[in-house]
């Protein structure tokens, strides 16, 4: 058998965890033709067909399966031996990948990492959203941002950033044709844009100048996807429960209109979470303290997240301009969101 390159080993393992040649070149940032020669090298090396090769998917070979099984512990260890390298390194720099929901990736998330990365150039930034929580050492994640009421993995190590904090919102042409609920038994009343229903029901849960109370409410339409909640609330369908930072924009833009403004809705806690390993990552240290500062901003300490990232980054950029002398530049506008057009994307 000729001698295996450890590159093409590598790139095998990737397309066996992603289950596909473009994927895997996403996340290594290669061609996908670059992938793709690697696993033919490596079956020419073994003499074995290791992956069956369709338009559709890639599956491994039984072959294909028995190698991934002995050379995927020596890769994970691999990448880990080069994270405890990196760690001792003094400037945050090189790739850090992120996992990240979807629900916050176009506002939160986007906002943090522009800002970071203003912060520490040399640090390159992959972000990758999800609904599931990935595998942060068998994938090759450095970091991960997610949204919990309890963390269960004892072998990751996850800081709390804040909570989000929910509110209620609806569209102007909804509350023109229906009215806006005068207190929280009239939602039952309403229809509601409902966030992973149960038959097509859901308990609201809210605090306000009375204590808490719960409601029933129910709707057509939901969905598991917190931008989805926003994006069918913006077209008028009904009332909405939404984390404050997902409704901020939309809510200064006048595309969305707060109803019961008294009343609140604590959701899940925002956690940053990475691989427990001796020594942190120069970058991934960065990176979690950068977050950590920016959501707990002057208090110092995690409790409701704020409506804006840029707002909360914006007060630590400047206050590291101050520092290094650099001025922080602002972030970009958000992008405008049509209200109701009919035939038009509301995206």
Not at 152 to 181: C, F, W
Not at 278 to 294: N, Y
Not at 310 to 331: C, D, L, M, Q
Request: glycine residues 8%; proline residues 5%; contains cysteine.
């Amino acid at each position: 058998m000729a001698e295996l390159d450890l590159n093409d080993v590598a790139m095998f393992v990737r397309v066996i965890e992603h289950a596909g040649f473009a994927k895997a070149a996403r996340v290594l940032g290669v061609p996908t033709s670059t992938v793709s020669r690697a696993v033919s090298r490596l079956e020419e090396a073994t003499g074995a067909l290791l992956v069956h090769r369709n338009t559709r998917n890639v599956r491994a070979t039984s072959e294909g399966q028995s190698f991934h099984r002995e050379v995927a512990p020596l890769v994970v260890a691999l990448r880990q031996a080069a994270r405890g390298v990196e760690a001792h390194t003094p400037e945050a720099r090189g790739t850090l990948r992120i996992s990240a929901p979807n629900d916050l990736g176009a506002t939160f998330v986007a906002g943090l990492v522009s800002a970071f990365s203003e912060r520490y150039p040399r640090v390159t930034v992959q972000v990758e959203l999800s609904v599931r929580n990935v595998d942060l050492v068998r994938e090759g994640f450095d970091v991960a941002l997610r949204a919990s009421d309890k963390l269960s993995d004892s072998s990751l190590v996850a800081r709390k950033a804040g909570e989000l904090e929910a509110e209620l919102y609806a569209a102007p042409s909804y509350i023109a044709a229906h009215g806006a609920p005068a207190d929280v038994a009239a939602l039952a009343g309403h229809r509601c844009v409902l966030f992973r229903p149960d038959h097509g029901e859901s308990i609201w849960r809210l605090d306000g100048p009375d204590g808490l109370s719960e409601q029933r409410v129910r709707g057509p339409i939901g969905g598991d996807d917190y931008l989805f909640v926003r994006a069918v609330a913006l077209w008028g369908a009904g009332v909405a429960l939404l984390p404050r930072m997902v409704a901020a924009d939309d809510v200064a833009a006048g595309r969305l209109v707060r109803v019961l403004p008294r009343q609140t809705a604590r959701g899940a806690a925002l956690y940053v979470v990475y691989a427990a390993t001796r020594t942190v990552p120069t970058k991934v240290a960065a990176f979690r303290d950068f977050v950590l500062a920016s959501c707990r901003g002057a208090s110092g300490r995690a409790g409701v997240l704020p409506s804006s990232a840029g707002r909360v980054v914006g007060e630590i950029s400047s206050s590291n301009a101050e520092r290094t002398g650099t001025r922080a530049s602002t972030p970009p506008p958000s992008r405008k969101v049509a209200s109701r057009p009919p035939g038009r994307s509301v995206r």
